[in-house]
């Protein structure tokens, strides 16, 4: 095999020098009842140009989003990432690149990163950001679990939260002795009152999502008032970004903690990843928050230097004393948000915005025209919005697969009563005349 280092007489060298006659007596001590009693049924080896072939054959099973007109959102987002951001994260220092331990030099991996905090500082209305995290569930988890550590030990979460977030919350919150509760939504919306008969001495937060994994946007002020007047955080997690071009920054409403998913900028879908998730907090809260954040100094000659601010994570100080376990940060990605933010700029970011929300308001208006279709909730949404079909979700979607269109999420898999609901999503890169086909369609069942 010319891609294998070690030769028939390098092998039989080393088990000479090992003192074992063959690689068979190596593995003496699993039995016999467990080892194959035949050859495994592996091909041999091809060259190549058949591997290549094999590959690319297999690879055409596949249908991706430049084959497909995409109305799937559920927190990954069929976004425009300019060309050159693939371009530019393909240069080996970014690429390789791993953690800045010595910031003498790794000035421009600190100064991107700073530049990425300085953006979600500004698009979230926080003081501090950190360096990145896996992705928007456990940046949401950790938000948690920093909360938790004011001595409290109950999270009350929204059911309009996305139910995937929830999962690993739960997953986490098992070890840790955390006790989550799911407070249903109301119409589509988090409500206050809902909120308040569940709120103890112990509630450490309150978590909501903005828009919701229904797409509609909560009312943060009201919810912000209720948590802090019972002492509690106000953990508010963004899963589409792109809204905060044209909402209120959580900030500015009243937000403690902002977890979320960054993967509408610069980052494609990805089959589900990677992906970054973004954390930032009120100053007050920095000595709690997880992972890594990169600060602005001077060096000795006076010219402006960037450096490891705050390493709170365990590879940096002793593990007990910690904030998380995280070791590693999502600075490509983060890498590939920071460019395609810098691009559009505020006024960019805004036209985006509003272009999602113009396209998806005209979807739904055609769409909840048709006799087979109605609205399910009537509250402000951004891009994403619930509709309820007179047939099948999936059967649906497999008919509007074979016309290219990749249909919305059947909400029957997370919510019992919403069998024939549909989260039908619009972003800005969706044409009338894509909108009008799947009308056209839909009209056609």
């Known amino acids: 095999m010319n891609y294998l280092p070690n030769t028939d007489q390098d092998r039989s060298e080393m088990l000479r020098a090992i003192g074992v006659g063959s690689v068979e007596e190596l593995f003496g001590d699993v039995p016999k009842s467990i080892r194959p009693q035949k050859p495994m049924a592996i091909p041999h080896g091809l060259s190549e140009f058949e591997v290549k072939k094999l590959v690319k054959g297999l690879s055409k099973k596949n249908r991706s989003l430049e084959d497909l007109t995409c109305f799937l959102g559920a927190g990954a987002y069929d976004h425009y ?32 990163i700073f530049e990425y905090q300085t953006m979600i500082c500004e698009l979230t209305g926080m003081d501090i950001s950190n360096a ?48 989550v ?32 994994f229904f797409g509609n946007v909560e009312d943060l002020r009201a919810l912000a008032e209720l948590a802090h007047a019972n002492g509690a ?17 959580p900030g500015k409403c009243g937000a403690d903690i902002v977890a979320g998913e960054g993967q509408s ?30 600060g602005e100094t001077v060096d000795n000659r006076g010219r402006r230097a960037y450096v490891l601010t705050l390493q709170a994570r365990e590879q940096h100080i002793r593990r ?45 208006k055609k769409l909840t025209a048709l006799p087979n279709v109605e609205p399910v909730f009537n509250a402000p949404f951004f891009n994403e919005f619930v509709i309820r079909l007179k047939k ?19 909400l029957k898999r997370f919510y019992p009563g919403m069998e024939n609901d549909v989260l039908v999503c619009v972003t800005e890169i969706r044409s009338k005349e894509e909108i009008d086909y799947l009308v056209e369609r839909l009209g056609g069942m």
């Open 81 to 112: 990432a300019p060309s050159f951001v693939g371009q530019l994260l393909l240069r080996s220092e970014f690429y390789t690149a791993y953690t800045p331990y010595q910031p003498e030099i790794s000035q421009g991996t600190l100064q991107a």
């Open 132 to 179: 990145s995290m896996y992705d928007g569930a456990t940046a949401m988890t950790e938000a948690a679990i920093m909360a938790c550590e004011r001595k409290k030990n109950e999270i009350l979460i929204s059911s309009a939260v996305h139910p995937e977030y929830r999962e690993v919350l739960e997953t986490y919150a098992k070890s840790l002795g955390i006790i």
């Open 181 to 212: 509760k799911v407070v249903e939504h109301v119409n589509g919306l988090s409500t206050a009152s809902s909120f308040e008969s569940l709120l103890t001495n112990q509630t450490a937060a309150i978590i909501v999502q903005y828009p919701n």
């Open 233 to 249: 955080l106000l953990i508010t997690t963004v899963v589409e970004p792109v809204a905060l071009g044209i909402l209120e920054a």
């Open 265 to 294: 900028f610069g980052n494609s879908i990805s089959f589900g990843g990677p992906y970054l998730g973004f954390l930032a907090i009120k100053e007050r809260y920095v000595r709690k928050i997880p992972g890594r954040i990169v």
């Open 320 to 364: 007990e004393k910690a904030t998380s376990n995280i070791c590693s940060n999502q600075a490509l990605c983060a890498l590939a948000a920071t460019m395609t933010l810098a691009a559009l700029g505020k006024k960019g970011l805004r036209e985006m915005a509003e272009l999602n929300l113009q396209k998806a308001h005209y979807a739904f």
């Open 392 to 410: 099948d979700p999936e059967a649906v979607n497999q008919a509007l697969l074979q016309d290219n269109i990749l249909g919305g999420l059947p």
